[in-house]
């Protein structure tokens, strides 16, 4: 099973230890792209401040980002479940799993990213800031330049189940297609109030760290969207199919809750 997860904008701080090795990372068919990536993101930030705060969407509080990012080459690095943050990571709670459902996180969890591409929870990695909604100086839009690179590395990894829990923005850069399409499952998480369903934004976030974190402490691995129904039926998760997949598209989930928390 592969999960894929959007990145949160929150970071913890960089690491104590040594910078990111690019060539460490997992999925090693990305380091040129990745170095393409770095090496645009630091010149900008290490030249005029309001215009990369611009071309980063960076409010006035959060220019210190600038700063941050200027110096992404020397900072420390930690792993990239401890550098994710947020409502989702916070859901999912990587530290407070025992050492079986953590190891399942590191084989099954692939994070995306507007700087990395995508990463595993234990690929050490700097805090940064750069979603995958901007348009950097020579990659130029994230979600079109890593659409490229991703087109022969994911497929790779697909192997089984492909559950998709990414954001629209980190879904641009990598679609699956053709047979693995038809293994992947999206979810959307609707909350139901008298009678009446509304899609939540904030709070599915929440939704969908609490589903993995289950996923992991339950020890299952689904083959199917089909079994994955099954699966978080069995695990309390009220789930019903609201589209199923064909041999070149994916599955659509909505999951129901009743309280928004």
Known sequence: MLVLLPPSEGKAASGD????????????????????????????????????????????????????????????????????????????????????????????????????????????????RCSMGVKLPGPGALGAFWRGAMASVLPEVADGLVLDLRSSAYAAAWKPAGEVASRTATVRVLQERNGKRTVVSHFNKATKGRLVRDLLVAGVEPKTPGELVDTLLELGHRVEVAAEGTARKAWQLDVVVTEVH
């Open 17 to 128: 230890g040594g910078p990111v090795a690019l060539d460490g990372l997992s999925l090693p068919g990305l380091t040129a792209a990745r170095t393409q990536v770095l090496d645009a993101l630091v010149t900008l930030c290490r030249g005029d401040g309001d215009t990369a705060a611009e071309v980063l969407g960076l409010s006035p509080g959060l220019r210190g980002e600038v700063a941050k990012n200027a110096g992404l080459p020397a900072a420390g690095a930690r792993p990239a479940g401890e550098v994710y943050t947020g409502v989702l990571f916070d859901n999912l709670g990587l530290a407070t799993l025992d050492e079986a459902a953590y190891d399942r996180a590191g084989r099954s969890l692939l994070v995306f990213s507007g700087l990395w591409g995508a990463v595993r929870i234990g690929d050490r990695i700097p805090s940064y």
